[in-house]
C-alpha cells in the first residue's frame, strides 16, 4: 500500500497549494480520500486523472470536496475528447442528501457507503467511525492484507481514537491547533491530543495533517514529539508512505 498527500491545509489552501486530499494505491488501484480545493491540480503531476478508480469522501465541508465538481467535468471533458463511456464511483455517506445526490454526474455516480459495515473498494476494507465534528463525518481504518492506515478526517478528541487506531501502521490526523488550545468548538484536534492518540493507539507512525494557517508548523511536530515517540511527519504535498518491507 502507498499512500500519497494531495493536500493538506484545513479550510482553504496556501497559494499554489490544496486541502485534504490523499492518494492510497495498490497493485494498480487508485483510491482518492477526499477531494479538498486544489486537490485535482496538485494531483496531476502524480496520477492521470482517468486512472482513478474511486473517490471516497469522509464528509461535505467545502475544504473536502471542493474539487469533486471540477473532477466531475475532468471525466466529462476526457471521455468526450476519448469518445469512452467510464464512470468514476464516488463513495460518499447519506446523512446530507443533498450533498450526497450532487456526488452524481453524467460520468460519476453516487455510492452510499454504511459506516455500521465494512466496505470493500479494489483491494482495500475500510471501516468507519463517527467523528466529533459540527457536521456528521467519519474517520477511516483503510486495510489491505498486510496493512493499515487510520484516517481521523476532521474530529476533535475522544478516547475512543485510540481503540479504532489500534496497531495502525500509519496514523493521519486532524491537527488544526497547537498544544493548550481547544478544538472542540468547531470540532478539531491539537498537535498534543494527536500524539495522544498516536502513543495509545501504539500505532507506528503519525503524520500531522488538516495544518492551521497560523503559527509555525514545526511546532506542532515538536509538541507531539514530547508525547509519541514514534516516527512523526508534517503533511507536505508529494509526502508518501509505504511499509518498510524490513518489517513485514
Not at 70 to 88: D, I, K, M, R
Not at 100 to 121: C, G, W
Not at 156 to 180: C, H, M, P, Q, V
Request: include cysteine; hydrophobic fraction near 35%; charge should be negative.
Amino acid at each position: 500500500m502507498k499512500i500519497t498527500v494531495i493536500g493538506y491545509w484545513g479550510a482553504y489552501p496556501a497559494s499554489g497549494s490544496a486541502t485534504s486530499s490523499y492518494l492510497i494505491e495498490k497493485d494498480g488501484y487508485a483510491l482518492l480520500i477526499d477531494c479538498g480545493s486544489g486537490a485535482l491540480s496538485r494531483l496531476q503531476p502524480i496520477k492521470e486523472i482517468m486512472d482513478l478508480d474511486a473517490v471516497i469522501l469522509s464528509h461535505y465541508h467545502q475544504d473536502h470536496i471542493a474539487d469533486v465538481g471540477v473532477l466531475q467535468y475532468a471525466w466529462l471533458v476526457q471521455n468526450s475528447l476519448n469518445e469512452t463511456e467510464q464512470v468514476l464511483p464516488i463513495y460518499g455517506h447519506t446523512e446530507d442528501e443533498a450533498a450526497f445526490s450532487k456526488l452524481t454526474h453524467q460520468y460519476t455516480r453516487a455510492m452510499a457507503y454504511n459506516p455500521d459495515e465494512i466496505l470493500y473498494v479494489g483491494p482495500f476494507s475500510i471501516e468507519f467511525t463517527k467523528t466529533s465534528h459540527p457536521v456528521p463525518c467519519y474517520g477511516m481504518r483503510i486495510c489491505d492484507s498486510t496493512e493499515t492506515v487510520v484516517y481521523t478526517a476532521d474530529t476533535s478528541y475522544n478516547e475512543g481514537w485510540a481503540s479504532f487506531a489500534r496497531g495502525a501502521d500509519l496514523l493521519i490526523t486532524d491537527t488544526n491547533f497547537y498544544k493548550g488550545m481547544d478544538g472542540s468548538g468547531p470540532g478539531h484536534m491539537t498537535s498534543a491530543e494527536a500524539a495522544t492518540i498516536a502513543r495509545d493507539a501504539k500505532v507506528e507512525a503519525l503524520w500531522l495533517s488538516h495544518l492551521p494557517h497560523f503559527g509555525h508548523h514545526t511546532r506542532l511536530k515538536q509538541e507531539a514529539e514530547d508525547i509519541f515517540q514514534g516516527s512523526i511527519q508534517l503533511a507536505k504535498e508529494g509526502l508518501t508512505w509505504e511499509k518498510d518491507p524490513n518489517k513485514l
